[in-house]
């Protein structure tokens, strides 16, 4: 094991105001799920993203389960999900009772293929009193929930234009993609729903945190009742849903708010050491990255490269094992959905771009906090497992 410091793969960066505001909880009291810092938080979301309502709520995947119940998703209804994604879009699926069916992936940006899409749609589906149906099973297609993999705007215009001819409730799964944008438009706000997280590994934390938007002020208010058990009456406990309790508390909030004041740096860092990991490994056989569109802006957030083993010299698990002999942390990309059994997805068609992609990505370091020289120390560890290899 390397005597040199350890490089995480994708650590907060604790720098702003973050304490302040923790303290101000701290001393007025409010510190549970009521309180100014929620609003605060709210407000600035919807700020950045240009309107629409937000609500703060406990995590990425409560936001992605409020956003399918709002869908009126229903248990045996059919939800469709880009196959390449955290599991956490699975379970949101399931937690509702309904079937997941994934769609692959495209290969130039790594996102949901909606050319796959619009071909389940034209040979696989059929449309009934306004509904969508899958022919083969039977089952009602009650939502799509594409996926911003990495932070990555996927194409939701051509999704916009499937649900011109095809009755889709679309929810973005758009957990690591605050600050994306898809030709100025913000990734998150394409859909019916949007579903932002604020792990601790993503681009804005508050701890462990999500929210919901939507433009749909009802919708919200909807999000937002059934995130507070359901509660009909500020004095009695009357509550008029089997709910749940998925409040954000303000002490959580008041971390995001530090951390949404420093989102722009965030991303200017995070893209800094993409491209400095492109630059310095640039020419080396056998290692690709997902490309950028000229109408994307994509926040950085997470930078997989995909290791071609046989032109490289090694495996993406083989260099992964090297990295970690030299202190560096990284990351196979997401088992796919199709391949965990305990989520019985249903695959309609073979999905060859994301096995290759589990086979050859690896995610490297992007905390925002690298240094220069860290970066310099992860590209010099990987261009040294090649010419090992
Ligand atoms: C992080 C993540 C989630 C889940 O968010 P949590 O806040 O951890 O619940 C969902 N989908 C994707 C793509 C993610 O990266």
Redesign the pocket.
């Known amino acids: 094991m390397s005597s040199e410091a350890r490089i995480p793969l994708s650590d907060p960066v604790i720098e702003g105001n973050e304490e302040e505001y923790v303290r101000d909880c701290v001393r007025s009291g409010w510190i549970s799920g009521a309180g100014p810092y929620l609003r605060k938080l709210e407000e600035s979301v919807t700020g950045l993203l240009g309107g629409g309502h937000a609500v703060a709520v406990s995590?990425?995947?409560?936001a992605?389960h409020l956003a399918l119940l709002i869908a009126g998703v229903e248990p045996g209804d059919e939800v469709l999900l880009s196959n390449l994604?955290?599991i956490?879009?699975a379970n949101a699926i399931l937690h509702c009772g309904a079937v997941p069916v994934v769609i692959d992936a495209e290969p130039n940006h790594w996102q949901l293929d909606c050319d796959a899409l619009e071909r389940f749609l034209a040979t696989r589906c059929e449309i009934r009193e306004g509904c969508l149906f899958n022919r083969e099973s039977g089952r009602r297609i009650a939502a799509l929930i594409p996926?911003?993999?990495s932070g990555y705007p996927c194409d939701m215009e051509r999704i916009d234009a499937l649900r011109r001819t095809h009755p889709l409730f679309v929810i973005e799964?758009a957990?690591?993609a605050l600050g994306s944008t898809l030709r100025g438009r913000h990734a998150g706000t394409f859909g019916d729903i949007g579903?932002f997280?604020?792990?601790g590994?993503?681009i804005v934390t508050t701890g462990?945190?999500?929210m919901l938007v939507t433009r749909n002020a009802e919708w919200a208010a909807r999000a937002r009742h059934l995130a507070n058990q359901a509660k009909s009456d500020p004095l009695e406990y009357i509550h008029d849903a089997v709910a749940f309790n998925y409040r954000l508390s303000n002490l959580q909030a008041a971390f995001g708010c530090a951390q949404m004041e420093k989102l722009p740096h965030f991303i200017s860092r995070r893209r800094e050491i993409n491209r400095a990991y492109r630059e310095r490994l640039a020419g080396i056989p056998g290692l690709s990255w997902a490309s950028e569109a000229g109408d994307v802006f994509w926040n950085g957030w997470q930078t997989t490269l995909a290791v071609d083993a046989a032109a490289f010299g090694c495996s993406a698990r083989q260099l992964g094992a090297h990295l970690l002999g030299k202190n560096i942390e990284s990351r196979p990309l997401w088992r796919p959905v199709h391949l965990s059994p305990v989520h019985a997805a249903q695959t309609p068609f073979p999905l060859p771009i994301s096995d290759l992609l589990y086979e050859r990505g690896l995610t490297l370091p992007s905390s925002g906090s690298l240094s220069d020289g860290q970066v310099e120390r992860v590209a010099h560890a990987i261009a040294q497992c090649h010419r090992s290899g």
Not at 59 to 62: D, K, P, Q, V
């Open positions: 995590s990425g995947t409560s992605l994604t955290f956490a879009t996926v911003h993999a799964d957990a690591g579903c997280s604020f792990n590994n993503k462990g945190g999500g």
